[in-house]
C-alpha cells in the first residue's frame, strides 16, 4: 500500500510539469496565430497618419474603424462589394462542388472494386504533390483555347478539383461506411445512389465538412490562378483587388507615384476579407462533433 502510494506520488509531478508545459505550448501557438489578427484590427482603427506613426498592436489617434469600413464599401461605386461577391461566388460553388465530388469519388474509390482502381488512386495520390502554382500556366493556355478566360468558369472550374479532398475522403470512407450497412440497403432494395445519398452521406458528414473547410480557405485565399485568368476588374476575387489597391499605395502599379490614402482601404479590406471565414469555420465545426454518428442510429 505504500509502496503504491509512493509510486503515485512520484507520478503526479511528472504530468504536471508535462500539463504545463503543453499549456505554454498551446499559448505560443494561440499568440502566434492571434497577432497578425490583433495588428489587422488594430491597424483597421487609424486613418494614414496613425498608421505610419503610431505602436501596430494599439490604436492610434482617434477610433476610425467605422469610418474606414464605408471608405472600403463605397470607393469606386463600391467595387470591394463587386469583388466580395466574386469571392462568395467562387467559394461557394467552387469549394461546394469541390467537396461533393470530392467526397462522392473517395466513397466510390473505398467501397466499390473495378478495373484500375489501384492506378486512379495512384494517381490521384499522386496529383496531390503537383503545385497548383504549377498548374496556372498551362490552365491558362487550354481555357484560352477553350475561350472561358477572363469570365468565370476559368476560376470555378479549377476550383472543382480537389485530390487532396478525394485521398481524404477515401481514406475516411473506408472506416466510416459500413460494408453491412450497404448490403443492408441494398437488401432491402435501395439503389446505389439511394443509399449514397440517404445512408453513406450522413455517415461521411464530417469528413465533407474537413474537405469543404479546406476547399473553401484554399477558393477564398486563391491568388495566382485568378491573377492569370482575369484582366477585367468586375471579375477579380477579393485577392487580387486588394493586392490591386496595395499595389496603387506602394506605387507598385506601375505610375511610379504612391497614394498612401490606400493603406487604410487595404488594411480594412482585409479584415473585412477574413470575416467569412471565421463565422464558415464556427458554424461548420459542430458538424464535426454531432456528425460522427449522424445516420448510424435507426430511429
Not at 196 to 201: E, G, Q, R, Y
Not at 214 to 241: C, E, H, M, Q, R
Not at 250 to 255: D, I
Not at 256 to 276: C, E, K, Q, R
Request: charged share 10%; no cysteine; hydrophobic share 50%.
Amino acid at each position: 500500500m505504500s509502496s503504491s502510494t509512493t509510486t503515485i506520488t512520484k507520478r503526479r509531478p511528472r504530468r504536471g510539469r508535462a500539463s504545463n508545459a503543453l499549456t505554454l505550448a498551446m499559448a505560443l501557438m494561440l499568440g502566434y496565430a492571434l497577432l497578425p489578427l490583433v495588428w489587422l484590427f488594430m491597424a483597421s482603427t487609424k486613418d494614414t497618419a496613425s498608421l505610419m506613426d503610431s505602436f501596430g498592436l494599439w490604436f492610434g489617434h482617434g477610433f476610425h474603424l467605422f469610418g474606414n469600413i464605408a471608405d472600403v464599401l463605397s470607393y469606386d461605386h463600391g467595387i470591394y462589394l463587386r469583388w466580395f461577391g466574386n469571392t462568395l461566388l467562387y467559394a461557394v460553388v467552387g469549394a461546394g462542388g469541390a467537396a461533393f465530388i470530392a467526397t462522392a469519388a473517395g466513397y466510390g474509390l473505398a467501397k466499390y472494386r473495378f478495373r484500375g482502381r489501384t492506378a486512379l488512386a495512384a494517381t490521384v495520390l499522386g496529383a496531390i504533390a503537383i503545385p497548383g502554382t504549377a498548374l496556372a500556366v498551362p490552365t491558362y493556355l487550354l481555357f484560352s483555347k477553350a475561350g472561358i478566360v477572363d469570365t468565370p468558369w476559368a476560376v470555378l472550374l479549377p476550383s472543382l478539383v480537389s485530390p487532396f479532398g478525394v485521398y481524404l475522403m477515401r481514406v475516411y470512407a473506408a472506416e466510416a461506411v459500413p460494408d453491412s450497412m450497404l448490403e443492408a440497403a441494398r437488401i432491402d432494395g435501395a439503389g446505389e445512389l439511394r443509399t449514397f445519398f440517404t445512408v453513406s452521406l450522413r455517415l461521411l458528414a464530417p469528413g465533407f465538412v474537413t474537405v469543404l473547410l479546406f476547399a473553401l480557405v484554399a477558393t477564398w485565399n486563391n491568388y495566382f490562378l485568378p491573377l492569370i485568368v482575369l484582366s477585367d476588374p468586375k471579375w477579380f476575387p477579393l485577392t487580387v483587388g486588394l493586392n490591386q489597391w496595395n499595389a496603387l499605395a506602394t506605387g507598385a502599379a506601375g505610375s511610379g507615384a504612391t497614394t498612401t490614402d490606400f493603406y487604410p482601404l487595404v488594411v480594412t479590406g482585409s479584415l473585412l476579407a477574413i470575416v467569412p471565414l471565421v463565422v464558415a469555420f464556427l458554424f461548420l465545426q459542430r458538424y464535426w462533433q454531432s456528425g460522427l454518428s449522424a445516420g448510424s442510429v435507426k430511429e
